[in-house]
């Protein structure tokens, strides 16, 4: 299972009483519990949803608190929600002690364990029958990801705009949902790529529609102007991504063999770059990258 599986699980309210989700970027536990935050409304939120940290340096709560939680009658006739975060951090010992809330969980209480890491074997045994569900994300998972977060903010993007936003923010979440606050900030309800380029490019002088502008005409001197401004304000990366972004969009548009040939020859000339930025091999990989793109 993945995030998408998540995302399905909130929009349908959480059904299962017992939730195990896990991950190894800690920042997705933050984003899938601030998710489990919107289903309830504000007025029961000080009644009913408790998130317990066995990582906690304000003292580690014990089993004990945590199953009385859980058994308490909600207030309101609302569901009870109990969060225990860093479950990794338990010993085999003390989860037994959850044991009998998880094998007859309380009609009225969602339990939603954390574990921060890759799933150790001994674990996956522990939780096996409960709804496990790994928040990681593949790559081809990010833009419902993006599509999900700009929608809790009120904000709809169309799907050409969360690729061109992925391609010039890079696919690191944190940076992604620092880029969708702004769009968010905005005032418009309906994100296109302009407004990308307006808002989260900034006011640059140049943007990668230049730089990909003056590739296509040959032009050197015009091409390094262009990357020296934007060099000063993107990281390699995410320029990379950006760039490749447009000759994607130029190979589906391209109506002869010779251009397609010449896309196919970039995408391996990019994809050779992504290596050299990745494992910071070669000397000058963007400077390279763009001699070669303008030798096409």
Known sequence: MSIKNFLQEIDKGLTSPVYLL?????????????????????????????????????GIPTVGEITDTLNTVSFFGSRRYVAVKNLQKISAKEFR?????IANPSPSSVFLMFYAGTLKKEMKERVKGLKTICLDMRENDIPLWVKEKARQKRIAIKDDAVEYLIGVAGDDIGILSSEI?????SGKEEIVINDIKEIVEGSRDYS??????????????????IYRTLSNTTEPYNLLGAINWQYSKMSMQANDTLRRKACSRAFKILNDADIQIKTSGGAYP???????????
Not at 210 to 222: H, I
């Open 22 to 58: 896990y991950a190894d970027n800690e920042y997705l536990i933050e984003e899938a519990l601030s998710s489990v935050r919107k289903i309830i409304p504000d007025a029961d939120m000080p009644f009913n949803f408790s998130v317990f940290d066995m990582d906690s340096v304000d």
């Open 208 to 225: 990668v529609f230049d730089l990909t502008n003056a590739l296509r005409e040959k032009n050197a001197e015009k091409v390094f102007r």
């Open 286 to 296: 963007m400077e390279h990258l763009l001699i070669r793109l303008l030798r096409l």
């Open 181 to 185: 606050e702004k769009l968010a900030s």
């Open 97 to 101: 002690k959850f044991q009998t809330c």
